[in-house]
C-alpha cells in the first residue's frame, strides 16, 4: 500500500509562483518514474510533467518553460516549481507513477491563479 500526499497548492496571483510537493510513503520498494497531472472543472486529469528515475524530464506544451519537475529519490518525494503561473493553469495537482498500474490517488492540492 502506498500514500501519496500532495501539497503545496493555493491561491496565488498571474504571473506568480508555486511549488508543489509531493510525498510518497508505504510500500515502495525501488524508485518509479513519477508525473504530475492536473485536473481542472469539467475536465479530463492530464499529465503536465514526468521525470525519469535518472532524471530526465519531458513537459505538456502548455507548461513548458514554466514549470519544472524535480525528485529526490531518497525521500521518495517530487517536486513541481511552477512560475509564470495562468488562469488556465488552475486545477488540482495530483501526482503518481508512470509506466505502472498508478497506485492509489491522493487529494491532490487545488492551485487557483486569479486576481
Known amino acids: 500500500q502506498v500514500q501519496l500526499v500532495e501539497s503545496g497548492g493555493g491561491l496565488v496571483q498571474p504571473g506568480g509562483s508555486l511549488r508543489l510537493s509531493c510525498a510518497a510513503s508505504g510500500s515502495i520498494f525501488r524508485p518509479y518514474d513519477m508525473g504530475w497531472y492536473r485536473q481542472a472543472p469539467g475536465k479530463q486529469r492530464e499529465l503536465v510533467a514526468r521525470i525519469t528515475v535518472g532524471g530526465s524530464t519531458n513537459y505538456a506544451s502548455s507548461v513548458k518553460s514554466r514549470f519544472t519537475i524535480s525528485r529526490d529519490n531518497a525521500k521518495t518525494t517530487v517536486y513541481l516549481q511552477m512560475n509564470s503561473l495562468k488562469a488556465e493553469d488552475t486545477a488540482v495537482y495530483y501526482c503518481?507513477?508512470?509506466?505502472?498500474?498508478?497506485?492509489?490517488w491522493g487529494q491532490g492540492t487545488q492551485v487557483t491563479v486569479s486576481s
Open positions: 503518481n507513477r508512470e509506466g505502472f498500474t498508478p497506485w492509489s
